[in-house]
């Protein structure tokens, strides 16, 4: 998210095993999405279907804070 919006990361992750990993800066996403689009595309798409269920799960936990 933070390569999208600028934020600061809000995970951490720990590995089982010696593992090298690759942190992409929002310059090297947009480098990218113009090289290869339909990356761009299936990220933005995967992020708003996540923030999707999300938003359909919110009314229900509301009702179920206000009852309990």
């Not at 390569?3 to 990993?21: F, H, N, Y």
């Not at 708003?48 to 206000?66: E, K, N």
Request: proline share 6%.
């Amino acid at each position: 998210m933070s390569v999208l919006d600028g934020g600061t990361r809000s995970a951490t992750a720990r590995a089982a095993k010696p593992t090298e990993i690759l942190v992409p800066t929002a310059a090297d996403f947009e480098a990218i999405c113009g090289e290869h689009p339909r990356v761009g595309i299936d990220v933005v798409r995967a992020i708003a279907t996540a923030i999707s269920q999300l938003l359909r799960q919110t009314p229900g936990a509301l009702v179920d804070h206000m009852q309990g």
